[in-house]
């Protein structure tokens, strides 16, 4: 494995700053949508697909990008991945109406699919033995740093400059990561041809259509009692789609999803317990947006809207970092157990403070709101990796980012249906049941085991 000539310090750079972006582009565009919605004319069914695009095209497309990974090299799939986010960034930034931005948002899905898999591989390829563990852990804590600080640098470029500035810089910022990885980046050549596995289009093409169609089945759920056709037709196509996967997958010698990982003793509550917390985030960050920029709502701008997040941010931050050491010393049951009660009993407060206006007392619950989330967002992927034999650590690093990829798009799709029956309180009442459902899983999880090192 040889490098450029700039060395591995430019491609850990380089990977990191791909990957802050493209973290700061994922909660940025929260505290715009408000802004882009009355710009290009969105109705609420576009505001949730203007996330959900992102994440269902991420989230079925992730094992495509590990696949691509290992078959022309981590180089240069990070560059590709990473030019294909930023031609995507430029689609929305001169998107004039909604076809043009959801089609944007699902072209940066499948940016975001190619790049995460392979800068860190790309990372982990480049990086001296001695000197891995800690640029692996500098790319994580720059994906951490990009996701707590995307609101409020999401509401200062749409407050002071436009939304649109948002994806202009963004593209910009990984456009110049791409050029970096492309000088400095490890060339490792495809792999040979005899030791390449056969991809599995139909199984990947039937776990798309499987996802997608399960979001549209839970959308229909509002319409269930005069249009019961828009519940039982995609939730129709997404059983079937399913079946045939599970069908075909079962047979194949090198399947795209070994379910035997789901037997593994850990696997399963950890991979709960992740997709729950992405449950909760990303449709906190959309409503609170939503709701605190009406002006019936707290009337705020988009940059007060963000600066009001920031508790939640710096709680985020702050225990996403800590959440290890907490585990270490306490094992992981503990840690993780504690933060989701602390979700449960803070989601509620929120919902008061926001509803009695009560700024000050909204902000304190936003901190510990985003602490309690924090904790199994850090340690629950990487114990699900933990569990799992090293030579199917690839595979298991996609299914982890695929669940918890679209249990986001789920959950902002279950926000959206209680946001439009009582605004943003009926939200954290979401939030507080999923954390449950977080808990019931955690208690499943082995007593008294630190956490691994390393990351989805």
Not at 184 to 204: C, E, I, N, Q, S
Not at 261 to 287: E, H, K, Q, S
Not at 296 to 315: E, F, K, N, Q, R
Not at 339 to 350: D, E, Y
Request: glycine share 12%; with cysteine.
């Amino acid at each position: 494995m040889t490098a450029g000539p700039a060395g591995p310090r430019l491609v850990v750079l380089s990977c990191c700053l791909g990957i802050l972006a493209i973290g700061i582009n994922g909660t940025a565009i929260m505290t715009a949508l408000p802004t882009m919605r009355r710009d290009l004319a969105l109705d609420a069914g576009h505001l949730a697909w203007a996330v959900n695009a992102y994440l269902v095209a991420a989230a079925a497309c992730v094992m495509l990008g590990g696949a691509v990974t290992d078959r022309i090299g981590a180089a240069r799939a990070s560059v590709a991945g990473l030019l294909l986010f930023a031609l995507a960034s430029v689609v929305i930034a001169l998107a004039r109406d909604a076809d043009m931005l959801l089609a944007g948002r699902a072209l940066q899905g499948l940016g975001a699919a190619l790049s995460i898999p392979s800068t860190l591989a790309a990372i982990s390829t480049a990086s001296p033995p001695e000197r891995r563990a800690a640029a692996i852990g500098a790319w994580g804590g720059a994906l951490m740093l990009g996701f707590s600080i995307g609101p409020l640098i999401g509401g200062i470029l749409t407050h002071l400059t436009g939304w649109r500035v948002i994806f202009w810089a963004d593209g910009a910022a990984i456009l110049l990561a791409a050029f970096g990885l492309w000088f400095a980046g490890p060339r490792r050549p495809a792999l040979p041809a005899t030791k390449r596995h056969r991809f599995d289009g139909v199984g990947f093409v039937s776990l798309a259509v499987a996802m997608v169609a399960t979001i549209f089945a839970l959308q229909g759920l509002t319409h269930v009692g005069r249009a019961p056709v828009r519940l039982a037709v995609p939730l129709g196509i997404a059983l079937l789609a399913f079946a045939l996967f599970v069908r075909r997958e079962r047979r194949r010698p090198d399947p795209l999803v070994d379910f035997g990982l789901f037997a593994t003793r850990g696997f399963r509550p950890a991979l709960i317990i992740a997709t729950t917390a992405m449950v909760c985030i990303l449709p906190l960050l959309l409503f609170f947006n939503l709701d605190a920029q009406r002006p019936d709502g707290l009337g705020l701008s988009a940059i007060a809207a963000g600066a009001l997040l920031l508790p939640m941010s710096t709680g985020l931050l702050a225990f996403a970092l800590l959440a290890p050491r907490l585990a270490a010393r306490f094992g992981v049951r503990r840690p993780i157990g504690a933060a989701l009660v602390l979700v449960a009993v803070a989601a509620p407060g929120v919902a008061w403070a926001f509803e009695a206006r009560a700024l000050p007392l909204l902000g304190f619950g936003l901190f510990w709101l985003g602490a309690g989330l924090a904790v199994p967002y850090a340690i629950a992927p990487r114990l699900a990796l933990a569990e799992i034999p090293g030579p199917q650590a690839g595979q298991g690093s996609g299914i982890v980012n695929s669940c918890t990829l679209l249990g986001g798009s789920i959950g902002v799709t279950l926000g959206a249906m209680a946001f439009g029956e009582d605004g943003f309180s009926r939200v954290m009442v979401l939030l507080a049941g999923a954390a449950l459902i977080g808990l019931l899983a955690a208690a499943r999880l082995p007593p008294a085991r630190p956490a691994r090192t390393g990351r989805p």
